[in-house]
Nanobody
Framework: VQLVESGGGLMQAGGSLKLSCVVS????????TGWFRQAPGKEREFVGG???????WVTDSMKGRFTVSRDIASNTIYLQIDNLQPEDTAIYYC???????????????????WGQGTQVTVSS
């Protein structure tokens, strides 16, 4: 199982960004996935996720600016970030819960597979 992220970079505050995560070795239609981020000096935190049915959930503090989605045909999950803020600067990770028909989980230990991370830097 492999997760490969892309789409990070250096951005201006107020802009938008869409991160992608291509999954191989598992069909997304059967598994829950999540997005996490880790800012410098901070612990990795849950951003949002999708259940195996594609029910989406985003952490309360990030609702309104973060959107999670997926495309079954390309086996890809996405994280859209709008109105970027400097505090969004972090490494963003996608992850897959290897339990079939899983629900959205916020805990890191629920995810068996992780992407390599993609750096997002937002300047003011």
């Amino acid at each position: 199982v492999q997760l490969v992220e892309s789409g990070g970079g250096l951005m201006q505050a107020g802009g938008s960004l869409k991160l992608s995560c291509v999954v191989s070795g598992r069909q997304l239609g059967y598994y829950a996935t999540g997005w996490f981020r880790q800012a410098p000096g901070k612990e990795r935190e849950f951003v949002g996720g999708l259940s195996w049915r594609a029910t989406a959930w985003v952490t309360d503090s990030m609702k309104g600016r973060f959107t999670v989605s997926r495309d079954i045909a390309s086996n890809t999950i996405y994280l859209q970030i709008d109105n970027l803020q400097p505090e969004d600067t972090a490494i963003y990770y996608c992850a897959l819960n290897d339990r079939r028909h899983g629900t959205i989980e916020t805990g890191i230990s629920n995810y068996a597979y992780w992407g390599q991370g993609t750096q997002v830097t937002v300047s003011s």
